[in-house]
């Protein structure tokens, strides 16, 4: 067997392994540690897990610059194990498909980054740069909070963000922002309804209105969303009561340059202008704050607001990225991530260079019977490395 062939098969292998561990958003515990020993095994210089559970792993080279490989070890639920046709825990590997939930979304990337890290170990010497692999937690939940702690410790110059692409280039993404609406009624008996004031009712209106909006639009990124997800009143169930509440929440996909005033602003003038109409009508809107315990123990709390992000073709960082797979072979454009990353905050908060390049497919991830190719596993693996070596060790840095 070729030192290629015993690559893929420990790559494929481990990959099948970390599918086959359970890792939802606050119980990564046992995938942190099965990618910790894996980079152990494979000679990183420093590898460790930090505070909120993430585990991170560095191959020193001897030059300035810090490169960053991002995945997230944490997945959605399996909330129907019976729908799927395949053991969504089971790591099986059909007609070139490994299956499993996590496959796409996103653990294979991650192996394929630890593995690509490892490349360059027997030669750092002749790294210009480090390279720093981070596996993060409860991105499912808070895109880039846990990321904001690894980047407090490591100081990237450039991250590389491991979602699925197809092995395109990902040079900017939408944001997420999770909106709840409130509207406040009066309780009385559903006998006597002129008593209350119906918070359903009102919240109808609203929405309707909402509805109306006409939300930006970017030329690279396409059109900001605000789709309705939930309408939940209060009390619930209603047993011959009006109900003196209604919430409803709403998942906002933003643009570059939105902020949490910004998208809250026309939901708020529409409450102010039915108030002028309607004395009665109460109402606000904000931004939701939620909290999250880590497997560690620590909680997350931030609000639901993640920021879009988008740079340039030209930026010195996306030429050398392109540059590097051009030069390992690939033909890859350059795309963006329709839904929300990590990279929400090493971008779009902090503004670092940052690029998306991962195998697979965005429609693969979250669903029934979630699967990756190994062709695009193993085409990962490589483009990682083509583009590290470009990035770090090119003449144009």
């Known amino acids: 067997m070729t030192e290629r062939d015993t690559m893929k098969e420990n790559l494929v292998q481990h990959c099948s392994e970390i599918v086959r561990i359970p890792s939802e958003s606050g119980r990564e515990k046992d995938a942190a540690l099965f990618v910790k020993t894996v980079m152990e095994s494979l000679g990183f210089d420093r590898v460790w897990i930090d505070r909120l559970g993430s585990v991170i792993g560095v191959v020193d ?53 630890v593995y690509a890290a490892a490349d360059f170990i027997p030669r750092k010497s002749e790294l210009n740069g480090s390279i720093v692999v981070a596996g993060v937690v409860c991105e499912e939940i808070f895109e880039g909070v ?20 197809e092995l395109d280039l990902c040079i900017g993404q939408r944001g997420r922002a999770e909106i709840q609406v409130t509207v406040y009624g ?52 209603g047993a011959s009561v009006i109900p003196e509440k209604c919430t409803a929440t709403y998942d906002r996909r933003l643009l570059p340059g939105e902020t949490e005033d910004s998208v809250l602003a026309p939901i708020r003038d529409i409450i102010d202008d039915l108030r002028q109409t309607d004395p009665e009508f109460r ?7 939620a909290d999250l315990v880590c497997y560690t123990g620590e909680t997350i709390s931030a609000r639901r607001f993640f920021p879009a992000w988008h740079f340039p073709e030209n930026a010195y960082f996306v030429e050398a990225a392109s540059r590097g797979l051009k030069t390992g072979g ?42 990756i190719e190994i062709d695009q596993l193993l085409k990962a693996y490589h483009g990682y490395i083509a583009m590290l070596s470009e990035i770090i060790n090119g003449e144009n840095r």
């Open 146 to 165: 846990a990321q904001g702690e690894v980047l407090d410790q490591v100081q990237p110059d450039l991250v590389i963000i491991g979602e699925a692409s």
């Open 186 to 237: 009066k309780s009385a008996h559903s006998a006597r309804p002129e008593a209350g004031i119906n918070a359903v009712k009102n919240m109808c209106r609203l929405i309707e209105r909402i509805d109306t909006l006409v939300l930006p639009y970017d030329k690279f990124l396409g059109p900001a969303i605000q789709e309705l997800t939930d309408v939940i009143s209060s009390p619930y169930p």
């Open 283 to 289: 109402a606000d809107a904000r931004i939701v704050e």
């Open 330 to 371: 690939f033909d890859s454009r350059f795309s963006h991530y329709s839904f929300c990353t990590d990279g929400s905050q090493s971008a779009g908060v902090r503004g670092i260079p940052t690029v998306g390049f991962g195998p697979s497919r965005e429609n693969l991830a979250h669903v029934v019977d979630e699967y």
């Open 61 to 113: 080279g001897s030059g300035p610059m810090t490169v960053m490989m991002e995945g997230h070890l944490d997945t959605v639920g399996v909330p129907e194990p019976d729908a799927w046709s395949v053991p969504p825990f089971g790591g099986e590997v059909r007609c070139e498909r490994l299956y499993g939930r996590g496959t796409s979304d996103m653990k294979s990337a991650l192996m394929a980054m």
